[in-house]
């Protein structure tokens, strides 16, 4: 296969269908920025459970030297309050209630918190002090969070006892509805853009059928023929998942780690490696869905 010819007849259908082809680089960024929106959220969606809701459904907070809340005073629990606290949790009172049960110290505490902000500006300022001592507590039955709750709120050393499925619950339903939302804008914005691809395809084919019918007289090859129509599809595609790429990699750069994280601090974000991650899947989405349609957009052309 002559590759000049086919680059030359690639950039002649190119020229021929400016506006067309402008159109599907357009439709295919907004398109891909919204599948790559979507990645996204479904990956801070996942980093925030992993962190809160799939690790424990009740906590109980024990005070620190800065706590004045609840049973706190300023003063650091007591080993004692703390041993006061394990045997109420394995109680035959509690006991019926609770799976499974986790101790985590102020250092461990600290070791996850940093892991978890890091990049954040917050994890230069918190220090080990700040964090609690706490009990991660599974329940049999979510439902009954009450129950502990009622049982340990009150015990001296405990700054609060947090049902942290129930509230983070609302915040979940919210994000994932967001998601669902952009994938489902992202499917139609993808089928117009299939549908431009497989349109422009079948103009430029239109506009060179004499040229088609003579290369079939001659004996081209059906790859032969149709290389140049999809590389046209797959250079429109290329550029808009380029520009989506962009626009998720400045998304997360510039709005979420440049004005979230300032914001909201207390909440880990996704960072740029998530990006790095979402970018090759935008660019495969769009490589792969203009090849198929241009390559079926052009067959109706390969018989005389």
Request: hydrophobic fraction near 50%; include cysteine; glycine fraction near 6%.
């Amino acid at each position: 296969m002559r590759v000049g010819f086919v680059l030359s007849e690639v950039g002649s259908g190119l020229r021929r269908n400016a506006s067309m082809v402008i159109s599907v680089v357009v439709v295919t960024f907004i398109s891909l920025t919204f599948v790559g929106g979507a990645i996204l959220l479904q990956m801070q969606i996942a980093q925030m459970k992993g962190y809160w809701y799939d690790r424990a459904q009740v906590a109980v907070y024990m005070c620190n030297d800065s706590t004045v809340t609840g049973n706190c005073n300023g003063t650091k629990a007591t080993q004692e309050q703390v041993d006061a606290v394990r045997a109420q949790l394995e109680s035959p009172t509690l006991q019926p209630y609770i799976e499974h049960v986790d101790f985590e110290d102020q250092k461990q505490a600290y070791a996850d918190f940093k892991k978890q902000f890091r990049g954040n500006q917050i994890a230069d300022f918190v220090t080990v002090d700040y964090m609690n001592d706490t009990f991660w507590v599974n329940l049999k039955d979510p439902s009954q969070s009450d129950v502990l709750v009622e049982s340990l709120a009150g015990l001296a050393g405990v700054d609060q006892v947090q049902d942290l499925r129930s509230y983070l619950e609302p915040i979940f339903s919210a994000l994932n509805a967001a998601s669902y939302t952009a994938i489902g804008i992202a499917v139609l914005m993808l089928v117009a853009a299939v549908l431009l691809i497989a349109t422009t395809i079948r103009l430029s084919a239109f506009s060179r059928r004499r040229e088609l019918g003579i290369m079939r007289l001659v004996g081209a090859s059906n790859r032969f023929i149709q290389t140049p129509f999809v590389l046209e599809g797959v250079f429109a595609a290329l550029i808009g998942s380029i520009l989506a790429s962009a626009a998720i990699v400045a998304l997360v750069q510039f709005f979420v780690q440049g004005y979230l994280t300032k914001v909201e601090t207390s909440t880990p974000f996704v960072t740029l490696d998530s990006a790095v991650v979402v970018v090759p899947v935008i660019l495969g989405i769009g490589i792969v869905l203009a090849a198929v349609s241009a390559n079926i957009a052009i067959r109706r052309y390969l018989k005389v």
